[in-house]
């Protein structure tokens, strides 16, 4: 689950910030896509990808 999505103000193009809660499979070959629901809908982040043999995606310090 996403809590929160946050554009850098400083450079929209360059950072997405995510909030995942804990134990979310997130695997190092996971790819995220940011979609819209319909035309005029919500913004959400679409997790796909993730091998059962990857590693999980740690956190860097930062």
């Known amino acids: 689950m ?3 999505i946050a554009l850098d103000p400083g450079d ?3 950072r997405l910030t995510l909030d995942i809660v804990h134990g979310t499979p997130v695997k190092t070959d996971s790819v995220a ?3 819209s629901q319909g035309l005029t809908g ?3 982040v679409d997790l796909g990808g993730g091998s059962r043999e990857a590693p999980p995606l740690a956190a860097r310090p930062g």
Do not use: Q
Request: glycine share 0%; net charge negative; charged share 25%.
């Open 33 to 35: 896509v940011l979609s």
């Open 42 to 44: 919500i913004a959400y």
């Open 2 to 4: 996403v809590r929160e």
């Open 12 to 14: 929209p193009s360059e």
